[in-house]
């Protein structure tokens, strides 16, 4: 069984930045994806960034040239950089791994205000 234990959300005001981490219990070297979703109240779960096995990433429009999507695989870490953090990324921010099942992290809120 895989788990991901997230954390570095928080309060911060308009403009500044966050860093969350993703700690997974075993190797990550081999997953196929992995990425972060975050949901806002009463909105849909969307796709915040992508990190495939082969180092491409992908990230939503609206975060696009903000946020950075890295990984650590020495510490079988997952990170997003959040920068220049507006009102609108306040939401619940959850950790993905796409193994042979998909894996999920407990979320961990972030709030930004103006």
């Known amino acids: 069984q895989v788990q991901l234990v997230e954390s570095g959300g928080g309060l911060v005001q308009a403009g500044g930045s966050l860093r969350l981490s993703c700690a997974a219990s075993v190797s990550i070297f081999s997953f196929n994806a992995m990425g972060w979703y975050r949901q806002a109240p009463g909105k849909q779960r969307e796709l915040v960034a992508l990190?495939?096995?082969?180092?491409?990433?992908t990230y939503a429009d609206s975060v696009k040239g903000r946020f950075t999507i890295s990984r650590d695989n020495a510490k079988n870490t997952l990170y997003l950089q959040m920068n220049s953090l507006k009102p609108e990324d306040t939401a619940v921010y959850y950790c993905?791994?796409?193994?042979?099942?998909?894996?999920w992290g407990q979320g961990t809120q972030v709030t930004v205000s103006s």
């Open positions: 990190l495939i096995r082969r180092g491409t990433t």
């Open positions: 993905y791994v796409r193994g042979v099942n998909d894996y």
